[in-house]
Nanobody
């Protein structure tokens, strides 16, 4: 299973970016997909997650500004980021949680390679 993320870049404060992440390979089921981020010198933190049933969970710091969505048929997750702040600067990592590659396989998590988001003040 591979996760390919795209959409990062440089944007001014108050601007918007949209991240995309597509999971490919032998996939039987995915319980949820989401985004984490890691700023320099800080631990990786959850940004937003969406379950296969479309339940969402957001970090308090992004509520009202970021929106996560998914296309389950395409195993793709999106993160629309509006009203970006300099403190949103980080490498954003896509995650696919509780993935089964066959009906009998164990569940495991997969990570994408990360995409850099830089917000200038």
């Amino acid at each position: 299973v591979q996760l390919q993320a795209s959409g990062g870049g440089l944007v001014q404060a108050g601007g918007s970016l949209r991240l995309s992440c597509a999971a490919s390979g032998s996939i039987f089921s995915i319980n949820g997909m989401g985004w984490y981020r890691q700023a320099p010198g800080k631990q990786r933190e959850l940004v937003a997650m969406i379950s296969s049933g479309a339940s969402t969970n957001y970090a308090d710091s992004v509520k009202g500004r970021f929106t996560i969505s998914a296309d389950n048929a395409k195993n793709t997750v999106y993160l629309q980021m509006n009203s970006l702040k300099p403190e949103d600067t980080a490498v954003y990592y896509c995650n696919a949680d509780s993935v089964k590659i066959t009906s009998r396989s164990i569940r495991r998590s997969y990570w994408g390679q990360g995409t850099l988001v830089t917000v200038s003040s």
